[in-house]
């Protein structure tokens, strides 16, 4: 069973900075993209960014210039460095994996796990 593990999150005056952490825990057989995604109080989820088995990355409008995603593929994690916090930031923020799993069967089976949130306030 894989599970994805965050740290990181808490509580900043708008302008600071903060970061976050996923792990992946647990076997898995390919990894495809990892990312960030956030869900404000009474709103849907959304994408925050993104970024491929390859490097290549996808950022919401809204973090561009602000946000950085990392990847390091050897030691399977995902980390989200946010920069000029506003408040508008505010949420809990979710790691994302998309990959494949062997199956019964052996053949490939596409996979999508989530982390459990962690919470991200911004003050203003």
């Known amino acids: 069973q894989v599970q994805l593990v965050e740290s990181g999150g808490g509580l900043v005056q708008a302008g600071g900075s903060l970061s976050l952490s996923c792990a992946v825990d647990g076997s898995i057989f390919s990894i495809n993209a990892m990312g960030w995604y956030r869900q404000a109080v009474g709103m849907q989820r959304e994408l925050v960014a993104t970024v491929s088995s390859g490097g290549i990355t996808n950022y919401a409008d809204s973090v561009k210039g602000r946000f950085t995603i990392y990847r390091d593929n050897a030691k399977k994690t995902v980390s989200l460095q946010m920069n000029s916090l506003k408040p508008e930031d505010t949420a809990v923020y979710y790691c994302?994996?998309?990959?494949?799993?062997?199956?019964?069967?052996?053949?490939?089976?596409?996979?999508?796990?989530w982390g459990q949130g962690t919470q991200v306030t911004v003050s203003s």
């Open positions: 994302n994996l998309e990959g494949a799993q062997v199956g019964y069967y052996s053949e490939l089976v596409e996979v999508d796990y």
